[in-house]
Nanobody
Framework: QLQLVESGGGLAQPGGSLRLSCGASGFTLDYYAIGWFRQAPGKEREGVSGISAIDGSTYIADSVKGRFTISMDEFKATVYLQMNSLKPEDTAVYYC?????????????????????????WGQGTQVTVSS
């Protein structure tokens, strides 16, 4: 069974840091676009960041630019979201998602963020709470 598993969430103080991890079970991420999304209570789901396992191109939302960084380990088994300078408005459940990259489609990572919402594999989510 193909699964994504997130970890690393928790409670952080404003200005603090957390690092989220997303690992794949049952498959490897070599040919996938992987994204991080978040959803706060009463709000729509937001695409936060994404990365292509093929060319390493990345997407970062304006709301987290300069504070969050996405990366992938050298084995292409785990994707990380380093979150610095956390704000209370970053409080949400964070999900990772992945979708196969179809080279013939010639889509960029930003477009794959939208594709993931429709066709991707999703993890169960991890809670991030930023509060003093």
């Amino acid at each position: 069974q193909l699964q994504l598993v997130e970890s690393g969430g928790g409670l952080a103080q404003p200005g603090g840091s957390l690092r989220l991890s997303c690992g794949a079970s049952g498959f490897t991420l070599d040919y996938y676009a992987i994204g991080w999304f978040r959803q706060a209570p009463g709000k729509e789901r937001e695409g936060v960041s994404g990365i292509s396992a093929i060319d390493g191109s990345t997407y970062i939302a304006d709301s987290v630019k300069g504070r969050f960084t996405i990366s992938m380990d050298e084995f292409k088994a785990t994707v990380y979201l380093q979150m610095n300078s956390l704000k209370p408005e970053d409080t949400a459940v964070y999900y990772c998602a992945a979708v196969v990259i179809e080279k013939e489609a010639n889509l960029g990572i930003t477009q794959y963020m939208g594709v993931m919402g429709l066709l991707g594999y999703w993890g169960q989510g991890t809670q991030v709470t930023v509060s003093s």
